[in-house]
């Protein structure tokens, strides 16, 4: 983040971010003509998904599809330059941050869709609604966001006048300015939030565009253009969310022009889309990761080290990744992406190693083998673009050392409800990036939140704040200490040492199996232009044009 100087501004904060930025801008070169559809004589935008959203609350949910959505509605304090991991202003002009002391300015002369006027009482509402159980209007479902985004780190935050923000933390912590920017941080109008308005259904927000029509029923979402958006666009008058479970399906539609711009692709499907005269396929460097946790919470197996490492072993996740994922994925090793510092350069992945898999289950005690189920998605994610594919390869190779594996696919809204509440016994996930920020792997996803129990190296699922996007439970001390010690770090070598030190931890306890890091990988039809692949934040469509 900073330099050598704690205070960090506005512009020496966009340099410093720069050494995190992905060049990621991708656009299709041929444009078409669209009119029709939906609205009319209206331009509509078809966006085209592989699950529908389960809910339109940002703070209700952890869903990256939600998220597609609810970015088109909301913004935040900051925002991400399109295509790109930098901050860049949003409802904010210009910032500061010096040690634990976050100073905002906020932009004048911005309207919420309801017609309200923004001012800083509407953030203050929006962060006392997620994470301030001493507001009348606190949302006590809240996701997990809520502590890691905000709640952990901010001890005040007041106002000067109606655009100015004084945010006091809990201590320094390194990525609080990228935090602001993410999904869960957008600004909710405070009449909405005090009102009798049911944000599950109803969005109100700032952004480009303003909800139509949630059709529930049909899995299709109508978004049209706000009038009063104080920014540039959108260059479209309506945009279509709909959603095709399948791959194929998608492709198709795509292929045969009835959506315009897809995502969720696999190699068959890219195949179908580049052999297409009225599509192309527009790919772009990720910062994500595709992996197996493990359950220690609930699966006595899974707590000891040499089982892990085993069936880290066992699977060949290079397979996965050539044969399943061919092209658009790489064989991952640790929780940090390549995209990022503090990835460590000298770690590599697992073998593919069934001898070494039954040594270590028999120096375990699990000679004979367990057997243990393993949920997942039935619907394609970026980071996981073959879920059946891949659970079956994973039993297939665990059933040649002796551990036996069941399947248990859902529907994706499904599996985060199950899994949040930690019903599996292992599951395949994964993560796209919220800040472009390590802490946003290594913290959010593998530190549980809570201390670690004296002499083990797990906690149990209901300890009291425990932090349900730790699919594992793992609670290695030393891992934690790194973590920590990170984030009050604002030097950007020294954090990076930190996290090099912290994912070969991670590495070697093996609380994962490290399956791959993605390609983000869109579906485009030759109408569409001036449309640019986020690994971050967006997707930007207030920018697409149809002509």
């Not at 399947?407 to 993560?431: C, K, M, P, V």
């Not at 549980?448 to 932090?467: A, I, K, L, M, R």
Request: charged content about 25%; some cysteine.
């Amino acid at each position: 983040m900073a330099g050598n100087d704690s205070q960090v501004s506005r512009r020496s904060f966009l340099k410093a971010a720069g050494t995190a930025t992905v060049a990621a801008t991708a656009t299709s070169s041929v444009a078409g003509c669209l009119g029709g559809g939906d609205g009319g004589g209206a331009t509509t935008l078809r966006y085209g998904r592989g699950a529908h959203s389960a809910t339109l609350d940002p703070q209700n949910t952890t869903s990256g599809e939600v998220a597609k959505v609810t970015n088109q509605a909301y913004e935040g304090l900051l925002g991400f330059e399109p295509g790109e991991a930098a901050l860049t202003e949003a409802l904010a002009t210009d910032w500061t941050m010096d040690g634990a002391n976050v100073t905002l300015q906020l932009r004048e002369d911005v309207t919420f869709h309801d017609g309200s006027e923004f001012t800083a009482d509407d953030f203050i509402a929006t962060y006392r609604r997620f994470v301030d159980d001493d507001y009348e209007y606190h949302f006590e479902d809240s996701s997990a966001y809520g502590p890691f985004t905000l709640g952990n780190w901010i001890d005040s935050v007041e106002k000067d006048g109606d655009y100015t923000l004084n945010i006091t933390l809990t201590q320094t912590y390194a990525p609080f300015l990228r935090n602001l920017a993410m999904f869960a941080a957008v600004v909710i109008s405070q009449d909405a939030i005090e009102g009798d308005v049911n944000l599950d259904e109803e969005m109100v927000g700032t952004g480009p565009f303003e909800l139509s029509e949630l059709d529930d029923a049909n899995n299709r979402i109508q978004l049209t253009a706000f009038d009063d958006y104080w920014g540039e666009g959108p260059n479209v008058d309506e945009v279509l969310f709909l959603t095709r479970g399948q791959n194929s399906t998608r492709a198709q539609a795509l292929v045969e022009e009835e959506m315009d711009i897809i995502d969720g692709l696999d190699p068959d499907t890219i195949g179908t889309v580049e052999d297409s005269e009225t599509a192309s396929v527009e790919t772009v460097q990720g910062i994500n990761i595709g992996y197996m946790g493990f359950n220690m919470s609930r699966v006595e197996a899974f707590r000891d080290r040499r089982v892990r490492q085993a069936i880290s072993y066992a699977i060949d996740t290079e397979s996965i990744v050539e044969n399943i994922y061919s092209g658009i994925a790489t064989q991952a090793d640790q929780p940090i992406p390549p995209a990022l510092f503090g990835h460590n350069d000298d770690l590599s992945p697992y073998p593919h190693d069934p001898e070494q898999a039954r040594t270590l289950l028999e120096e375990a005690g699990y000679g004979d083998g367990f057997s243990f189920e393993l949920t997942t998605f039935q619907n394609a994610r970026g980071y996981n673009p073959a879920p059946l594919p891949t659970a079956e390869t994973i039993r297939s190779n665990l059933g040649d050392v002796g551990i036996e594996v069941t399947i248990d696919d859902r529907q994706f809204s499904n599996y985060l409800t199950y899994t949040s509440e930690g019903r599996h016994d292992a599951a395949l996930s994964g993560w796209y990036t919220d800040n472009a920020d390590p802490d946003n792997f290594c913290y959010v996803l593998l530190h549980p939140q809570v201390e670690s129990p004296e002499g083990q190296d797990w906690v149990s699922w209901d300890t009291e704040g425990y932090n349900t996007s730790n699919a594992t439970a793992w609670a290695n001390s030393e891992y934690m200490d790194l973590i920590e010690q990170a984030q009050t770090t604002t030097e950007q070598s020294e954090r990076a040492d930190l996290y090099n030190d912290a994912v070969e931890i991670a590495h070697e306890e093996a609380p994962w199996v490290y399956i791959d890091y993605a390609e983000e990988v869109r579906g485009v039809n030759n109408r569409v232009s001036n449309y640019p692949i986020s690994a971050i934040g967006g997707p930007h469509l207030e920018l697409v044009e149809l002509e």
